[in-house]
């Protein structure tokens, strides 16, 4: 099969993609996936090179509606409720209630889901937090969700979610927040909107700053796409967006000290956490 994409060419779109989006591709695992996007996307717009589709992707993006839709076809989105569940448990039962003792009381906790793909994440938060109940009785606290990826986030501000997606939620938490439907669940109007949901890349630094101060930020099983200068840079924007003594929790196989030593590395019951 001959693409329009030549090996030689996916080095150069690599370098771009790479640079701005952190997503570092590999030829053997990656080539055919981008070749048939690329085909398909070229047709779309009446294209006969590659030479022709990377021009409008560089020059002739005003919009970026060109990157945004390069992005969605190549991001890996996987993601479920209650993945690595004890880190949902450490946030209400350990860092929330230590953040609302210390932060000035006039003000929300603010917490990063960053990325959240289609919102399983930052809605196992959410409901962590009321069904511990404590902090969030005295306190408001707020959740913002973002992804460079917009189809995920449509998908997450829609909030219907197959069996798949919530076969980890214990029964009864599951009954009490989801509504059943024919195919999947959704999730009940009660918890619809508590979760503020954004397009954003992480390296772009405009888009990141608008998001303002955080407390926490949870950053799971997206560093394992990018190499370690992608990983310093997000960790030191991590570090800039977060209030003194807010903390930062990332995917089990993914660590921080390594790259950067502006945290303090804790562990609290077996899970690893940084602290500014
Ligand atoms: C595997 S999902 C992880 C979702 C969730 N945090 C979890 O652990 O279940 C990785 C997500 O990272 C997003 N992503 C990749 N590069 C990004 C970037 N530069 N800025 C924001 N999101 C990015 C992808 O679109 C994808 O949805």
Redesign the pocket.
């Known amino acids: 099969m001959t693409y329009l994409l030549s090996k030689e060419n996916f080095a150069k779109i690599g370098e771009f993609i790479y640079r701005?989006?952190?997503?570092y591709l590999e030829e053997d695992k990656h080539y055919e996936k981008l070749a048939k996007y690329i085909d398909s996307r070229a047709d779309e717009l009446n294209m006969d090179s590659f030479r022709k589709y990377f021009f409008k992707l560089r020059f002739d993006d005003k919009e970026g509606d060109e990157f945004q839709a390069l992005?969605?076809a190549i991001?890996?989105?996987?993601?479920?409720f209650f993945?690595?569940k004890d880190q949902f448990e450490v946030l209400v039962n350990k860092i929330l209630p230590e953040l609302h003792e210390s932060m000035p009381i006039n003000r929300p906790l603010r917490i990063l889901?960053?990325?959240?793909?289609?919102g399983?994440?930052p809605y196992s938060m959410i409901l962590h937090i009321v069904e511990e109940g404590k902090v969030v009785e005295q306190r408001d606290i707020e959740v913002v969700g973002?992804?460079?990826?917009s189809t995920?986030i449509k998908k997450a501000q829609i909030a219907k979610y197959s069996e798949r997606a919530v076969h980890a939620i214990p029964k009864p938490i599951l009954n009490r927040w989801f509504v059943k439907k024919s195919l999947g669940y959704s999730l009940s109007e009660d918890l619809q909107g508590t979760v503020d949901f954004h397009v954003?890349?992480?390296?772009?630094k405009t888009q990141m700053r608008k998001l303002g101060k955080f407390d926490v930020i949870?950053?799971?099983?997206?560093l394992?796409?990018?190499d370690d200068a992608?990983r310093k840079e997000?960790a030191m924007t991590f570090y800039d967006m977060l209030n003194p003594g807010g903390y930062v929790l990332l995917?089990h196989a993914e660590y921080m000290s390594r790259i950067v030593s502006v945290f303090n590395a804790k562990k609290i019951d077996n899970t690893l956490i940084y602290q500014k």
Do not use: H, L, Q, W
Request: aromatic share 12%; glycine share 4%; proline share 2%.
């Open positions: 701005k989006s952190g997503i992005m969605n991001t890996v989105n996987e993601t479920y993945r690595e889901s960053s990325p959240c793909s289609t399983e994440e973002i992804d460079i990826d995920v954003a890349n992480i390296f772009d949870f950053s799971r099983n997206m394992i796409y990018f992608s997000v995917g």
